[in-house]
Protein backbone atom coordinates (compact mmCIF):
# COMPACT_ATOMS: atom_id res chain seq x y z
CA UNK A 1 0.00 0.00 0.00
CA UNK A 2 1.26 3.75 -0.86
CA UNK A 3 1.42 6.60 1.04
CA UNK A 4 -1.61 7.50 3.00
CA UNK A 5 -1.11 11.14 1.94
CA UNK A 6 -1.33 9.87 -2.16
CA UNK A 7 -4.05 10.85 -3.91
CA UNK A 8 -5.95 7.56 -4.62
CA UNK A 9 -9.03 7.49 -7.31
CA UNK A 10 -11.56 4.44 -8.11
CA UNK A 11 -14.58 3.74 -9.91
CA UNK A 12 -17.03 3.91 -6.99
CA UNK A 13 -19.94 1.56 -8.73
CA UNK A 14 -20.24 -1.81 -8.88
CA UNK A 15 -18.86 -3.01 -12.23
CA UNK A 16 -21.94 -3.29 -14.93
CA UNK A 17 -23.92 -1.41 -17.08
CA UNK A 18 -26.13 0.76 -14.87
CA UNK A 19 -27.55 4.60 -15.24
CA UNK A 20 -25.25 6.19 -13.38
CA UNK A 21 -21.57 5.80 -12.55
CA UNK A 22 -18.95 7.24 -10.05
CA UNK A 23 -15.52 7.91 -10.20
CA UNK A 24 -13.82 9.16 -6.35
CA UNK A 25 -11.09 10.85 -5.79
CA UNK A 26 -9.58 11.15 -2.40
CA UNK A 27 -6.63 13.50 -1.47
CA UNK A 28 -4.36 16.48 -0.73
CA UNK A 29 -3.51 19.22 -4.34
CA UNK A 30 -6.56 17.62 -6.37
CA UNK A 31 -7.09 20.62 -8.12
CA UNK A 32 -4.93 19.30 -10.94
CA UNK A 33 -7.14 16.13 -11.26
CA UNK A 34 -10.35 19.10 -11.33
CA UNK A 35 -8.74 21.07 -13.68
CA UNK A 36 -7.29 18.42 -15.91
CA UNK A 37 -10.89 16.82 -16.38
CA UNK A 38 -13.32 19.61 -15.93
CA UNK A 39 -12.02 21.44 -18.93
CA UNK A 40 -14.15 24.82 -18.92
CA UNK A 41 -14.36 24.01 -14.65
CA UNK A 42 -12.14 25.72 -12.60
CA UNK A 43 -11.63 24.80 -9.30
CA UNK A 44 -12.53 27.51 -7.40
CA UNK A 45 -15.57 27.43 -9.35
CA UNK A 46 -16.82 24.45 -7.75
CA UNK A 47 -18.85 25.49 -4.21
CA UNK A 48 -18.51 22.84 -1.65
CA UNK A 49 -21.54 19.92 -1.28
CA UNK A 50 -22.78 21.24 -4.25
CA UNK A 51 -23.50 19.66 -7.43
CA UNK A 52 -21.81 21.49 -10.85
CA UNK A 53 -22.81 20.49 -14.22
CA UNK A 54 -19.84 19.55 -16.28
CA UNK A 55 -18.05 17.94 -19.02
CA UNK A 56 -15.69 15.57 -18.58
CA UNK A 57 -12.63 15.81 -20.89
CA UNK A 58 -9.17 14.34 -21.94
CA UNK A 59 -5.86 15.94 -22.57
CA UNK A 60 -6.94 17.51 -25.93
CA UNK A 61 -10.07 18.68 -24.46
CA UNK A 62 -12.26 15.93 -26.19
CA UNK A 63 -15.20 14.71 -24.45
CA UNK A 64 -15.32 11.59 -22.28
CA UNK A 65 -18.73 12.17 -20.84
CA UNK A 66 -21.32 14.40 -19.24
CA UNK A 67 -22.23 14.71 -16.00
CA UNK A 68 -21.86 16.00 -12.38
CA UNK A 69 -18.89 17.10 -10.32
CA UNK A 70 -19.26 17.68 -6.47
CA UNK A 71 -16.53 18.71 -4.49
CA UNK A 72 -16.43 18.01 -0.71
CA UNK A 73 -13.56 19.91 1.03
CA UNK A 74 -11.50 18.88 4.12
CA UNK A 75 -12.74 17.73 7.11
CA UNK A 76 -16.05 17.58 6.19
CA UNK A 77 -15.87 14.84 3.78
CA UNK A 78 -15.79 10.64 3.54
CA UNK A 79 -12.20 10.45 3.84
CA UNK A 80 -11.85 13.72 6.20
CA UNK A 81 -9.58 14.48 3.26
CA UNK A 82 -10.74 16.56 -0.15
CA UNK A 83 -13.05 14.21 -2.18
CA UNK A 84 -14.08 14.53 -5.88
CA UNK A 85 -16.79 12.64 -6.95
CA UNK A 86 -17.41 12.68 -10.60
CA UNK A 87 -20.91 11.56 -11.63
CA UNK A 88 -21.65 10.41 -15.20
CA UNK A 89 -23.00 7.25 -17.13
CA UNK A 90 -22.48 3.85 -15.78
CA UNK A 91 -20.97 2.39 -18.84
CA UNK A 92 -18.12 0.04 -17.98
CA UNK A 93 -15.78 1.42 -21.17
CA UNK A 94 -16.73 5.29 -20.20
CA UNK A 95 -16.01 4.64 -16.60
CA UNK A 96 -12.68 2.81 -17.47
CA UNK A 97 -11.76 5.53 -19.60
CA UNK A 98 -12.72 8.59 -17.36
CA UNK A 99 -10.62 6.73 -14.68
CA UNK A 100 -7.67 6.72 -16.89
CA UNK A 101 -8.29 9.92 -17.66
CA UNK A 102 -7.93 10.69 -13.57
CA UNK A 103 -5.21 9.15 -12.89
CA UNK A 104 -3.34 10.70 -16.40
CA UNK A 105 -4.56 14.48 -14.89
CA UNK A 106 -3.08 13.63 -10.89
CA UNK A 107 0.29 11.80 -12.71
CA UNK A 108 1.95 15.07 -11.79
CA UNK A 109 0.50 14.93 -7.28
CA UNK A 110 1.61 11.09 -7.75
CA UNK A 111 -1.92 9.82 -7.89
CA UNK A 112 -2.94 6.18 -8.02
CA UNK A 113 -4.97 3.44 -8.06
CA UNK A 114 -7.40 3.06 -4.74
CA UNK A 115 -6.57 -0.08 -3.15
CA UNK A 116 -10.04 -1.90 -1.50
CA UNK A 117 -11.04 -0.39 0.80
CA UNK A 118 -8.44 2.48 0.97
CA UNK A 119 -11.49 5.24 0.85
CA UNK A 120 -12.91 3.97 4.63
CA UNK A 121 -9.38 2.97 5.78
CA UNK A 122 -8.70 6.63 5.42
CA UNK A 123 -12.27 7.67 7.31
CA UNK A 124 -10.51 5.87 10.56
CA UNK A 125 -7.34 7.53 10.11
CA UNK A 126 -9.11 10.69 9.89
CA UNK A 127 -11.22 10.25 12.88
CA UNK A 128 -14.01 10.28 10.57
CA UNK A 129 -15.29 6.63 11.60
CA UNK A 130 -13.85 4.18 14.33
CA UNK A 131 -13.27 0.86 13.33
CA UNK A 132 -16.69 -1.06 14.33
CA UNK A 133 -18.23 1.87 12.35
CA UNK A 134 -15.76 1.40 9.55
CA UNK A 135 -16.69 -2.54 9.47
CA UNK A 136 -20.37 -1.61 9.29
CA UNK A 137 -19.79 0.06 5.81
CA UNK A 138 -18.70 -3.14 4.65
CA UNK A 139 -21.39 -5.19 6.35
CA UNK A 140 -24.24 -2.74 5.19
CA UNK A 141 -22.91 -3.31 1.72
CA UNK A 142 -22.67 -7.22 2.08
CA UNK A 143 -26.24 -7.52 4.46
CA UNK A 144 -28.04 -10.49 2.78
CA UNK A 145 -31.21 -9.20 4.90
CA UNK A 146 -32.81 -6.44 5.93
CA UNK A 147 -32.62 -6.95 9.39
CA UNK A 148 -28.75 -7.38 8.62
CA UNK A 149 -28.96 -4.17 6.78
CA UNK A 150 -30.66 -2.85 10.02
CA UNK A 151 -28.13 -3.46 12.13
CA UNK A 152 -25.29 -2.42 9.91
CA UNK A 153 -26.52 0.76 9.33
CA UNK A 154 -27.30 1.30 13.45
CA UNK A 155 -23.63 -0.01 13.65
CA UNK A 156 -22.71 2.53 11.15
CA UNK A 157 -24.13 4.95 13.33
CA UNK A 158 -22.25 4.37 16.37
CA UNK A 159 -24.85 2.42 18.71
CA UNK A 160 -21.99 -0.33 19.02
CA UNK A 161 -19.38 1.71 19.17
CA UNK A 162 -21.11 3.90 22.11
CA UNK A 163 -22.22 1.32 24.50
CA UNK A 164 -18.61 -0.15 24.08
CA UNK A 165 -17.46 3.26 24.91
CA UNK A 166 -20.01 3.44 27.78
CA UNK A 167 -18.38 0.48 29.41
CA UNK A 168 -14.82 1.58 28.99
CA UNK A 169 -15.80 4.37 30.83
CA UNK A 170 -17.30 2.48 33.33
CA UNK A 171 -14.37 0.23 33.96
CA UNK A 172 -12.00 3.70 34.03
CA UNK A 173 -14.09 4.76 36.94
CA UNK A 174 -14.04 1.41 39.19
CA UNK A 175 -10.03 0.96 38.40
CA UNK A 176 -10.02 4.80 39.63
CA UNK A 177 -11.48 4.24 42.69
CA UNK A 178 -9.80 1.30 43.36
CA UNK A 179 -6.17 2.48 42.86
CA UNK A 180 -7.70 5.90 44.87
CA UNK A 181 -7.05 3.07 47.99
CA UNK A 182 -3.85 1.67 47.15
CA UNK A 183 -2.33 4.70 49.36
CA UNK A 184 -4.75 3.25 52.40
CA UNK A 185 -3.79 -0.38 54.51
CA UNK A 186 -5.82 -3.46 53.10
CA UNK A 187 -7.65 -4.00 56.04
CA UNK A 188 -9.19 0.00 55.84
CA UNK A 189 -10.38 -0.75 51.81
CA UNK A 190 -13.56 -2.26 52.89
CA UNK A 191 -14.76 0.84 55.04
CA UNK A 192 -13.50 2.75 52.07
CA UNK A 193 -15.38 1.20 49.22
CA UNK A 194 -14.03 -2.35 48.19
CA UNK A 195 -17.81 -3.88 48.36
CA UNK A 196 -18.68 -0.47 46.32
CA UNK A 197 -16.09 -2.10 43.37
CA UNK A 198 -17.47 -5.04 44.25
CA UNK A 199 -21.03 -3.97 43.53
CA UNK A 200 -19.53 -1.87 40.17
CA UNK A 201 -17.83 -5.22 38.90
CA UNK A 202 -20.36 -7.42 39.16
CA UNK A 203 -22.47 -4.71 37.29
CA UNK A 204 -19.65 -4.46 34.95
CA UNK A 205 -19.59 -8.31 34.17
CA UNK A 206 -23.45 -8.28 33.58
CA UNK A 207 -23.30 -5.65 31.46
CA UNK A 208 -20.65 -7.05 29.11
CA UNK A 209 -22.56 -10.21 29.24
CA UNK A 210 -25.24 -8.56 27.36
CA UNK A 211 -23.10 -6.98 24.96
CA UNK A 212 -21.76 -10.23 24.40
CA UNK A 213 -24.95 -12.13 24.29
CA UNK A 214 -26.14 -9.17 21.45
CA UNK A 215 -23.17 -9.41 19.88
CA UNK A 216 -23.62 -13.15 19.31
CA UNK A 217 -27.19 -12.57 18.03
CA UNK A 218 -25.66 -10.45 15.64
CA UNK A 219 -22.57 -12.23 14.35
CA UNK A 220 -25.56 -15.06 13.97
CA UNK A 221 -27.89 -12.47 11.82
CA UNK A 222 -24.27 -11.34 9.84
CA UNK A 223 -22.40 -15.07 8.45
CA UNK A 224 -26.00 -17.08 8.85
CA UNK A 225 -26.04 -20.64 9.93
CA UNK A 226 -25.20 -23.72 8.03
CA UNK A 227 -28.15 -26.30 7.89
CA UNK A 228 -27.62 -29.66 7.04
CA UNK A 229 -30.49 -32.02 5.65
CA UNK A 230 -29.55 -35.80 6.66
CA UNK A 231 -31.24 -38.83 6.29
CA UNK A 232 -31.40 -41.85 4.53
CA UNK A 233 -32.11 -42.14 0.34
CA UNK A 234 -35.36 -40.78 -0.48
CA UNK A 235 -36.38 -39.73 2.87
CA UNK A 236 -37.21 -36.09 1.57
CA UNK A 237 -33.93 -34.14 1.60
CA UNK A 238 -34.32 -32.47 -1.30
CA UNK A 239 -38.30 -32.25 -1.25
CA UNK A 240 -37.60 -30.06 2.03
CA UNK A 241 -35.07 -27.92 0.24
CA UNK A 242 -37.52 -26.74 -2.23
CA UNK A 243 -40.25 -25.94 0.21
CA UNK A 244 -37.98 -24.16 2.20
CA UNK A 245 -36.89 -21.99 -0.73
CA UNK A 246 -39.84 -22.01 -2.89
CA UNK A 247 -38.77 -23.38 -5.89
CA UNK A 248 -37.09 -26.60 -7.50
CA UNK A 249 -33.32 -26.75 -6.65
CA UNK A 250 -32.63 -30.02 -5.99
CA UNK A 251 -33.51 -32.76 -8.09
CA UNK A 252 -36.66 -34.95 -6.61
CA UNK A 253 -37.51 -38.94 -8.12
CA UNK A 254 -38.31 -41.65 -6.49
CA UNK A 255 -34.93 -43.71 -7.23
CA UNK A 256 -32.70 -43.48 -4.19
CA UNK A 257 -29.46 -42.18 -4.31
CA UNK A 258 -30.39 -38.72 -7.16
CA UNK A 259 -28.40 -36.42 -4.94
CA UNK A 260 -24.69 -37.34 -5.28
CA UNK A 261 -22.99 -34.36 -4.21
CA UNK A 262 -24.00 -31.44 -1.89
CA UNK A 263 -26.73 -28.63 -2.84
CA UNK A 264 -26.35 -25.70 -0.78
CA UNK A 265 -29.16 -22.81 -1.30
CA UNK A 266 -29.19 -19.74 1.30
CA UNK A 267 -33.10 -19.10 2.62
CA UNK A 268 -34.10 -15.82 4.50
CA UNK A 269 -36.29 -17.63 7.17
CA UNK A 270 -37.51 -14.49 9.49
CA UNK A 271 -34.86 -12.23 8.80
CA UNK A 272 -32.17 -14.52 9.01
CA UNK A 273 -30.19 -16.47 6.50
CA UNK A 274 -29.96 -19.78 7.16
CA UNK A 275 -27.76 -21.58 4.74
CA UNK A 276 -29.56 -24.92 3.92
CA UNK A 277 -27.02 -28.15 2.54
CA UNK A 278 -28.93 -31.33 0.99
CA UNK A 279 -26.95 -34.11 0.39
CA UNK A 280 -26.93 -37.56 -0.25
CA UNK A 281 -28.67 -40.17 0.98
CA UNK A 282 -26.60 -42.34 3.84
CA UNK A 283 -26.70 -46.09 3.05
CA UNK A 284 -24.04 -48.62 2.62
CA UNK A 285 -23.19 -48.47 -0.54
CA UNK A 286 -20.68 -50.85 -3.21
CA UNK A 287 -20.82 -47.41 -6.15
CA UNK A 288 -18.22 -45.70 -5.72
CA UNK A 289 -19.41 -42.11 -6.73
CA UNK A 290 -22.02 -42.67 -4.05
CA UNK A 291 -19.88 -43.45 -1.09
CA UNK A 292 -18.25 -40.20 -2.53
CA UNK A 293 -21.25 -38.45 -2.02
CA UNK A 294 -21.68 -40.17 1.72
CA UNK A 295 -18.27 -38.68 2.46
CA UNK A 296 -18.99 -35.17 1.38
CA UNK A 297 -22.56 -35.45 3.40
CA UNK A 298 -20.63 -36.98 6.51
CA UNK A 299 -17.99 -33.52 6.13
CA UNK A 300 -21.06 -31.02 5.26
CA UNK A 301 -22.89 -33.03 9.27
CA UNK A 302 -19.73 -31.51 11.09
CA UNK A 303 -19.57 -28.20 9.62
CA UNK A 304 -23.16 -27.81 10.49
CA UNK A 305 -24.26 -25.16 12.74
CA UNK A 306 -27.95 -27.31 12.69
CA UNK A 307 -28.21 -30.98 11.35
CA UNK A 308 -31.59 -31.76 10.96
CA UNK A 309 -31.83 -35.60 10.42
CA UNK A 310 -34.97 -37.18 8.63
CA UNK A 311 -36.81 -40.02 8.74
CA UNK A 312 -39.74 -41.17 7.17
CA UNK A 313 -43.32 -41.30 9.04
CA UNK A 314 -43.87 -44.89 8.08
CA UNK A 315 -40.70 -45.91 8.57
CA UNK A 316 -40.20 -44.59 12.01
CA UNK A 317 -43.43 -46.58 13.27
CA UNK A 318 -41.94 -49.99 11.60
CA UNK A 319 -38.62 -49.46 13.37
CA UNK A 320 -39.43 -48.07 16.59
CA UNK A 321 -38.71 -44.36 17.91
CA UNK A 322 -35.33 -44.73 17.71
CA UNK A 323 -35.32 -44.33 13.79
CA UNK A 324 -32.01 -41.98 13.38
CA UNK A 325 -30.10 -42.81 10.06
CA UNK A 326 -27.35 -41.22 11.86
CA UNK A 327 -25.72 -44.41 13.44
CA UNK A 328 -23.36 -45.03 16.01
CA UNK A 329 -20.74 -44.74 13.31
CA UNK A 330 -22.02 -41.30 12.00
CA UNK A 331 -23.00 -39.29 15.07
CA UNK A 332 -19.68 -38.49 16.16
CA UNK A 333 -19.25 -36.11 13.02
CA UNK A 334 -21.98 -33.80 14.66
CA UNK A 335 -19.80 -30.92 16.28
CA UNK A 336 -19.75 -30.56 19.46
CA UNK A 337 -21.50 -27.22 19.58
CA UNK A 338 -24.34 -28.34 16.70
CA UNK A 339 -27.58 -28.78 17.42
CA UNK A 340 -29.38 -32.39 16.30
CA UNK A 341 -33.18 -32.20 15.16
CA UNK A 342 -34.92 -34.94 14.17
CA UNK A 343 -37.91 -34.24 11.69
CA UNK A 344 -40.25 -37.28 11.00
CA UNK A 345 -41.78 -36.63 7.14
CA UNK A 346 -44.28 -37.74 4.86
CA UNK A 347 -46.55 -37.10 7.61
CA UNK A 348 -49.21 -37.16 5.12
CA UNK A 349 -49.19 -40.80 4.06
CA UNK A 350 -49.20 -41.77 7.69
CA UNK A 351 -51.83 -39.70 9.11
CA UNK A 352 -50.04 -38.43 12.02
CA UNK A 353 -50.63 -34.43 12.85
CA UNK A 354 -47.35 -31.96 11.51
CA UNK A 355 -46.14 -30.16 14.79
CA UNK A 356 -43.06 -30.20 17.30
CA UNK A 357 -43.85 -32.79 20.08
CA UNK A 358 -41.51 -34.55 22.31
CA UNK A 359 -38.86 -32.31 20.88
CA UNK A 360 -39.48 -33.97 17.20
CA UNK A 361 -40.83 -31.67 14.15
CA UNK A 362 -43.63 -34.00 12.15
CA UNK A 363 -43.70 -32.60 8.75
CA UNK A 364 -44.74 -32.87 5.06
CA UNK A 365 -42.16 -31.48 2.63
CA UNK A 366 -44.86 -32.39 -0.46
CA UNK A 367 -47.73 -30.81 1.31
CA UNK A 368 -45.72 -28.00 3.42
CA UNK A 369 -47.49 -29.04 6.73
CA UNK A 370 -45.56 -28.63 9.68
CA UNK A 371 -43.14 -26.34 7.97
CA UNK A 372 -44.06 -23.05 10.00
CA UNK A 373 -43.12 -25.00 13.44
CA UNK A 374 -39.81 -25.94 11.68
CA UNK A 375 -39.19 -22.41 10.58
CA UNK A 376 -39.83 -21.30 14.07
CA UNK A 377 -37.86 -23.94 15.86
CA UNK A 378 -34.72 -23.39 13.49
CA UNK A 379 -35.04 -19.56 14.66
CA UNK A 380 -35.28 -20.64 18.03
CA UNK A 381 -31.92 -23.14 18.23
CA UNK A 382 -30.20 -20.42 16.55
CA UNK A 383 -31.02 -18.01 19.56
CA UNK A 384 -33.29 -15.78 17.11
CA UNK A 385 -36.79 -16.52 18.68
CA UNK A 386 -37.21 -13.09 19.73
CA UNK A 387 -38.14 -10.55 17.12
CA UNK A 388 -35.43 -9.98 14.38
CA UNK A 389 -35.81 -6.06 14.36
CA UNK A 390 -34.41 -6.07 18.00
CA UNK A 391 -32.61 -2.57 18.03
CA UNK A 392 -30.27 -3.97 20.32
CA UNK A 393 -28.58 -6.71 17.94
CA UNK A 394 -24.98 -5.43 17.01
CA UNK A 395 -23.66 -7.05 14.03
CA UNK A 396 -20.34 -8.41 15.18
CA UNK A 397 -17.56 -10.47 13.54
CA UNK A 398 -15.04 -13.18 15.24
CA UNK A 399 -12.60 -10.14 16.15
CA UNK A 400 -15.15 -8.32 18.13
CA UNK A 401 -16.43 -11.83 19.76
CA UNK A 402 -12.68 -12.53 21.00
CA UNK A 403 -12.77 -9.04 22.02
CA UNK A 404 -15.49 -9.46 24.12
CA UNK A 405 -14.42 -12.39 25.37
CA UNK A 406 -11.45 -11.52 26.70
CA UNK A 407 -12.93 -8.56 28.66
CA UNK A 408 -15.33 -11.01 29.94
CA UNK A 409 -11.77 -13.09 31.62
CA UNK A 410 -10.51 -9.91 32.75
CA UNK A 411 -13.71 -8.99 34.53
CA UNK A 412 -13.99 -12.40 35.95
CA UNK A 413 -10.39 -12.43 37.18
CA UNK A 414 -10.85 -8.63 38.60
CA UNK A 415 -13.50 -10.04 40.95
CA UNK A 416 -11.61 -13.23 42.11
CA UNK A 417 -9.06 -10.54 43.16
CA UNK A 418 -11.67 -8.61 44.67
CA UNK A 419 -12.93 -11.58 47.68
CA UNK A 420 -12.95 -10.44 50.68
CA UNK A 421 -10.73 -13.89 51.75
CA UNK A 422 -7.92 -12.50 49.02
CA UNK A 423 -8.29 -9.28 48.60
CA UNK A 424 -5.67 -7.91 46.21
CA UNK A 425 -6.97 -4.69 44.68
CA UNK A 426 -3.43 -3.63 42.52
CA UNK A 427 -4.15 -7.00 40.78
CA UNK A 428 -7.68 -6.36 40.42
CA UNK A 429 -7.07 -2.82 38.62
CA UNK A 430 -5.02 -4.53 36.74
CA UNK A 431 -7.34 -6.97 35.21
CA UNK A 432 -9.94 -3.66 34.31
CA UNK A 433 -7.40 -1.96 32.68
CA UNK A 434 -6.98 -5.07 30.47
CA UNK A 435 -10.30 -5.37 30.15
CA UNK A 436 -10.92 -1.90 28.79
CA UNK A 437 -7.85 -2.33 26.67
CA UNK A 438 -9.65 -5.69 24.88
CA UNK A 439 -13.02 -3.50 24.46
CA UNK A 440 -10.87 -0.84 22.99
CA UNK A 441 -9.40 -2.98 20.18
CA UNK A 442 -13.18 -3.44 18.51
CA UNK A 443 -13.55 0.61 18.00
CA UNK A 444 -10.07 0.53 17.37
CA UNK A 445 -8.41 2.51 20.39
CA UNK A 446 -5.48 -0.09 20.26
CA UNK A 447 -5.17 -1.53 16.57
CA UNK A 448 -2.20 -2.94 15.03
CA UNK A 449 -1.37 -2.18 11.59
CA UNK A 450 -1.44 -5.51 10.24
CA UNK A 451 -5.39 -6.19 11.87
CA UNK A 452 -6.13 -2.45 9.51
CA UNK A 453 -4.68 -4.30 6.34
CA UNK A 454 -6.71 -7.59 6.88
CA UNK A 455 -9.68 -6.14 8.05
CA UNK A 456 -9.86 -2.98 5.30
CA UNK A 457 -8.12 -5.42 2.39
CA UNK A 458 -11.34 -7.49 2.72
CA UNK A 459 -13.56 -4.12 1.01
CA UNK A 460 -14.45 -3.74 -2.54
CA UNK A 461 -12.45 -1.31 -4.07
CA UNK A 462 -14.36 2.45 -4.08
CA UNK A 463 -15.26 2.15 -0.76
Excluded at 107 to 134: H, K, M, V, W
Excluded at 169 to 180: G, M, P
Excluded at 274 to 280: K, Q, R, S, V
Excluded at 314 to 341: K, N, S, T, Y
Amino acid sequence: MGSDADPIIAIATAAGRAGIGVVRVSGPDIEAIIAGVLGSVRAGSLQPRRATHARFVDAEGRAIDEGIAILYRAPRSYTGQDVLELQGHGGPTVLRMLLARCLEAGRSIGARLAEPGEFTRRAFLNDRLDLAQAEAVADLIDASTEAAARSANRSLAGEFSGALQHLAAQLTEARALIEATLDFPEEDLEELGARDVRDRVARLQRAVDDVMRRARLGAVLREGLRVALVGAPNVGKSSLLNALAGQDIAIVTAHPGTTRDRIERSVDIGGLVLNFIDTAGLRATADEVEQLGIERTLDAVAEADIVLELVEAAARVLRGERAFALDAAWQHRIGPHAAHILVINKVDLSGEAPGLREGHLYISARTGAGLDSLRAELLRRAGWDRAPSDEGVYLARARHLDAIGRAQAHLLGAADQLRPDALRPELAAEELRLAALALGEITGQVTADELLGEIFSRFCIGK
